[in-house]
């Protein structure tokens, strides 16, 4: 087993994720299992409780497990099909270990950070790559944080335990540009490394974030006072067009070689060329069209972050360029008329969401997209949007609606599931995880998953479609075209006489990935393609 840890300096936010999940596909381009993780030291259990503006988007796995947004990049670049055992908090680390010392597992000894809390993390680094030739562990945060600590210690202990010739340091850091001196600055990364190198670590890579190339001597600059070889200095520039890049950038600096040089791995030639075609269609689409995401969100794109990169996952498979134009759900509220809103967009997506904040202004949206005959793709909440809309202004229902937004309504079209009901605690308690749904033949949902009878897809809601309404919903052109096998649950709903609209009470997105697009995403853009043809 080789172990490869990434650590991060001077700022967060550097890209460590993206890093580490093109690292991995290039070591798969190399004919290796890789196996990712991630430890965040925040206290939190994890991320499901926390605000989107703050942390991004929340992850959801096959299991349940809540994550990271990283999580995302690391099945997106590489072929790992991720679990909870690659994942944890600080929270889960130090609950693990007080719950052993409660049960006596300790033998009444002292418990510490050291051994405890770093035996428990070593642990779990040795558990999650066992079938691997190479685990890549990112570290979140930044070098110098305190609750970052524990976990430098525990890999500290690690390279000696495991000989450091199977171990493998990568520091991420900032070589920021100061516009008034008109200059990089290396002194940053000098003295992020000099407070791992204080920890007892020395970085055996050094991965410098820089929106200008630097030059040679300043890579000689880096190596003489950070300690690694001039060629272990390697340059990520800032990227003009995709995320998608990043191996080649990253290959094109022989990271790759480098990495199977210090780990004395007899690996393949790597074979980029699959990454050189997502490139190349990036690159030079054939067509152009817009979407527009109708969300509260609007200043923050970790908050849709695997949405978008669905949507950049069927620009690929379309070869088009796909603009999203981010529409304010709340400002929609305030509009007489939304057509000016409208006027450009060639298809609609309202994403999942939680709270009542902009949800008018959302079902305006989707009433626009079901009068004019827009595609229109709803995504859990936005699942829930459509049918509120369609109970209010096909049904008649005026009143309907959420019980999530006015417990009390007449017609609570969607309700709180009853599995739900009786939850008190917030965190990890929602349907999570991967659930199989069964499709109606002969419906597009049906010949849009090439005729499949049943798929799994990942789920994250305590609400769902109101069973009660199903027949007066058919009976006035709604057709539930995918459902729960087990609880009989609404999963896919579609218009009957609308060219394409779909909303789904899961996230296709999550299961989206650069060379294999997720079904629904890449038939909405085809769709929305074939709509702007037709005008």
């Not at 967009?345 to 009068?371: D, Q, T, Y």
């Not at 049943?454 to 769902?464: L, T």
Request: aromatic share 8%.
């Amino acid at each position: 087993m080789k172990y490869i840890f990434i650590t991060g300096g001077v700022v967060s936010s550097l890209g460590k994720g993206l890093t580490a999940g093109s690292l991995g596909a290039l070591l798969e381009c190399r004919r290796l299992k890789v196996c990712m993780q991630k430890f965040d030291p925040y206290l939190n259990i994890d991320p499901g409780t926390m605000n989107p503006l703050q942390h991004g988007e929340v992850y959801v796995l096959d299991d349940g497990t809540e994550t990271d947004l990283d999580l995302g990049h690391y099945e997106r670049f590489t072929s790992s099909i991720l679990s909870k055992k690659n994942t944890f908090t600080s929270g889960q680390i130090y609950a693990s270990v007080l719950q052993k010392e409660r049960n006596g597992d300790y033998l009444g000894k002292t418990v510490q950070v050291i051994p405890h809390i770093t035996n428990e993390i070593k642990e779990r680094i040795y558990a999650a790559g066992e079938d691997a030739d190479v685990m890549i562990t990112e570290i979140g945060g930044t070098t110098g944080d305190i609750e970052g600590l524990p976990f430098l210690e525990a890999l500290r202990q690690i390279a000696l335990e495991r000989d450091h010739e199977n171990v493998l340091f990568v520091h991420v850091t900032l070589i920021p540009f100061l516009k008034a001196a008109g200059e990089l600055k290396t002194k940053p990364t000098q003295q992020s490394v000099a407070k791992l190198r204080e920890i007892g670590i020395q970085p055996d890579i050094i991965i410098c974030r820089t929106e200008i190339p630097i030059s040679d001597d300043m890579r000689q600059k880096i190596s003489l006072f950070c300690n690694v070889p001039v060629k272990s200095v390697i340059e990520e520039l800032d990227l003009k067009v995709s995320i998608y890049e990043l191996p080649l950038l990253l290959h094109f600096e022989k990271l790759d070689d480098i990495v199977c040089e210090k780990l004395h791995i007899q690996a393949q030639s790597c074979e980029i060329q699959p990454w050189e075609n997502i490139v190349e269609k990036i690159k030079f689409p054939k067509n152009e069209c817009t979407i527009g995401l109708v969300a509260k969100y609007l200043d923050v794109k970790d908050a849709y972050k695997s949405v978008y990169e669905a949507i950049a996952h069927s620009s690929i498979y379309n070869n088009c360029k796909v603009n999203i134009e981010v529409i304010d759900a709340e400002e929609l509220e305030q509009m007489d008329d939304v057509d000016e809103f409208f006027k450009d967009i060639g298809g609609i997506l309202i994403p999942g969401g939680f709270g009542n904040r902009g949800v008018e202004g959302k079902i305006l949206a989707a009433e626009f997209a079901r009068e004019h005959h827009i595609p229109y793709l709803g995504i859990c909440l936005g699942m829930q949007i459509a049918a509120i809309e369609f109970a209010r202004h096909v049904l008649g229902y005026t009143d309907a609606n959420s019980t999530e937004m006015v417990p009390a309504t007449t017609h609570p079209v969607i309700h709180m599931m009853l599995t739900q009901r009786n939850i008190q605690k917030k965190g990890g308690t929602m349907r999570l995880g991967s659930y199989p749904c069964k499709l109606v033949p002969r419906t597009k949902a049906h010949k849009i998953y090439q005729e499949m009878i049943y798929v799994n897809e990942r789920h994250r809601h305590r609400y769902e479609f109101n069973n009660d309404y199903r027949k007066e919903f058919e009976a006035n052109g709604m057709v539930f075209s995918g459902l729960n096998p087990d609880f009989d649950l609404v999963e896919i709903f579609e218009l009957e006489n609308h060219p394409w609209f779909i909303g789904v009470q899961f996230h296709p997105e999550f299961q989206s990935r650069p060379q294999r697009t997720h079904p629904l995403f890449a038939n909405f853009v085809a769709a929305v393609l074939q709509r702007r043809d037709k005008q």
